[in-house]
């Protein structure tokens, strides 16, 4: 089995023992509300982490990513709870990109990425 597979059943059993599995539209819409709120708090820290900001203001860059870690385990979580409320198996789903991605970007021979 997959370790996504793995994370997604988790969830999965995490939200309906509480439940709070997404069930019905205005549940899974608030689900993607927060999703949404997560990415921009990763924005943030993107942000903090690759700008001076830090010599000015709190927090730095270390503490930001830190922050990161933190923030895009919420992105995933809100990820896996969206996807199991529409029934989507998220390894099937990522197996289909990296196959799509490298079948229309095949590696340049001498490519070097910046």
Partial sequence: MDKLSEFQKEVEQL?????????????R???LSQLMEEVGEVARCVTLIE???DKVSKPSKGEALENLKLELGDVLWNVLKLASAYNIK????IRNTINK????YPPKEGFKQH
Avoid: A, I, Q
């Fill in 29 to 31: 819409y608030y689900t």
């Fill in 15 to 27: 939200l309906k023992e509480r439940n709070w599995f997404p069930h019905d539209n205005l549940t």
């Fill in 90 to 93: 998220l390894d099937e789903s």
């Fill in 51 to 53: 700008s001076n900001r």
């Fill in 101 to 104: 991605v490298k079948e229309k």
